[in-house]
């Protein structure tokens, strides 16, 4: 049986917050609980679990692979959430990518394969 898809869990810190955060973003935050949000967009799910320490956001993250690397770029500046060191950019090691920090201090990674 093959492996199918993995969905990052992260930490937050303010679950108001982080509902508009990952909405102004383009996820839709469903099932959400006091200590536990959801948040899917397109075939991409994010899980956030309540932290109350600050310092475990800034420790954690995921990559996410997209297509149209530079539309997601766009609305990312938009919003001034670009991660001041990880603005698009292509890698030595084959993809085109950029990173963002959410509300909380995760670092999240976008990127698109170079053809």
Same mark, same amino acid.
């Given at each position: 049986?093959?492996?199918?898809?993995?969905? %990052?869990?992260?930490?937050?810190?303010?679950?108001?917050?982080?509902?508009?955060?990952?909405?102004?973003?383009?996820?839709?935050?469903?099932?959400?609980?006091?200590?536990?949000?959801?948040?899917?967009?397109?075939?991409?799910?994010?899980?956030?679990?309540?932290?109350?320490?600050?310092?475990?956001?800034?420790?954690?993250?995921?990559?996410?692979?997209?297509?149209?690397?530079?539309?997601?770029?766009?609305?990312?500046?938009?919003?001034?959430?670009?991660? %001041?060191?990880?603005?698009?950019?292509?890698? %030595?090691?084959?993809?085109?990518?950029?990173?963002?920090?959410?509300?909380?201090?995760?670092?999240?990674?976008?990127?698109?394969?170079?053809?």
């Amino acid at each position: 049986m093959p492996l199918e898809k993995a969905v %990052p869990i992260l930490a937050f810190l303010d679950l108001n917050e982080s509902v508009l955060f990952y909405q102004n973003l383009g996820f839709e935050c469903n099932s959400n609980w006091k200590e536990y949000l959801m948040c899917s967009r397109d075939n991409i799910e994010i899980h956030l679990w309540k932290c109350d320490d600050p310092e475990i956001p800034k420790q954690t993250g995921c990559y996410v692979r997209v297509s149209d690397i530079s539309k997601l770029y766009e609305e990312c500046q938009k919003l001034n959430i670009v991660h %001041p060191n990880g603005p698009l950019k292509d890698q %030595p090691w084959g993809m085109r990518q950029f990173s963002i920090l959410d509300n909380s201090g995760n670092i999240i990674n976008f990127g698109e394969r170079i053809t």
